[in-house]
């Protein structure tokens, strides 16, 4: 005579697998989670603060709490932000200290490859009738310098929206607006997208110029040099304080040629090592075998129009030294 005998007493390990998989669920979405924070934040150990807090939450949740969650990914993701949004303000204060001119970490290109695009809820994203802008490479430092321009509700809403494809909706109860007003937050920072992005070249274009930009550099030819920069090229510089970096922004063509060409006047030994970044074509700077700064490129037709050199070590970490 057979009896209904309960799942767990049958396999007694099952509710353990069963717990070992939802464990292994969760912790999978990690990576998503700090590409979708580091878009919000700007530097991996932000992103980390938040992503740990996260999982902090999650299971601070009684056991019957978490069953009731139906898509956990989408309550990683909603909890990520809320903590961003959160976090933004004081980083934005931090900042405003911050010794010289603070600058977005850069990152390998490769690093967040594939976690964005797809919306991130169980269900496909409800219609918008305003175009998302196009993204290439949503971390290049030409975006992310694009998104410190922006409110932190601004910030938040694009990155969920036009990056990860999350719902306004449900992107409403995160910033704490009504759907409306959270579509007119994505209005307003695909505006200022819009404006930090000025007639894109090719990938092999930008890698073209920025080739020439280093031969002049390297040669000393100031001409050459001058008709590679755009009129109103800026050059920032982030030391953090560890190293000696020009404080403020430097502007116009002549002033930043002649602040690269001085630079390699004093120091004869560096060196412009290749590198591939989310911008295309960079350089490491290196002299004596020690790499200690990153140079990265925003290039339009008009020729650069942008360069950043990230000499804080904190900032450099991710990248390999092969």
């Known amino acids: 005579m057979s009896e209904d005998i309960p799942a767990s007493s049958a396999d007694p390990g099952g509710a353990e697998r069963d717990a070992s998989r939802a464990l292994d669920s969760v912790m999978a979405e990690r990576h998503r989670l700090l590409s979708l924070a580091f878009r919000m934040m700007g530097t991996l150990s ?182 590679l920069l755009a009129p109103g090229v800026e050059l920032r510089v982030d030391g953090g304080g560890f190293v000696n970096a020009a404080p403020q922004v430097i502007r116009g063509s002549d002033h930043v040629a002649r602040w690269f060409l001085g630079v390699m006047r004093k120091q004869p030994a560096l060196r412009l090592e290749r590198r591939d970044t989310a911008d295309g074509l960079g350089y490491f700077l290196q002299a004596e075998g020690n790499r200690y700064g990153l140079i990265t490129f925003d290039v339009s037709d008009e020729g650069v129009t942008n360069v950043w050199l990230m000499l804080n070590p904190m900032k450099l970490t991710n990248w390999s030294r092969d």
Do not use: C
């Open 46 to 227: 932000d992103a980390e603060d938040v992503v740990q807090e996260t999982y902090v939450r999650w299971y601070r949740l009684e056991p019957e709490e978490r069953e009731k969650i139906a898509a956990p990914a989408a309550w990683l993701t909603r909890v990520a932000s809320r903590i961003s949004l959160d976090l933004l303000g004081s980083a934005r204060a931090r900042r405003e200290t911050y010794v010289g001119q603070w600058l977005p970490e850069p990152v390998p290109a490769d690093l967040f490859a594939g976690t964005a695009k797809a919306p991130l809820d169980s269900g496909p994203p409800a219609a918008d009738p305003l175009e998302r802008v196009t993204l290439d490479d949503a971390v290049s430092m030409a975006l992310l310098t694009v998104l410190e321009a922006m409110t932190p509700a601004e910030r938040v809403t694009f990155v969920l929206h036009d990056v990860f494809g999350v719902p306004f909706d449900e992107i409403a109860a995160v910033v704490g607006r009504s759907p409306a007003a959270t579509r007119q937050l994505a209005t307003s920072a695909r505006r200022h997208v819009r404006r930090g992005r000025r007639a894109q070249v090719s990938p092999r274009q930008h890698d073209e110029v920025v080739r020439a930009f280093r031969h002049a550099t390297v040669g000393g030819d100031i001409e050459d040099l001058l008709r």
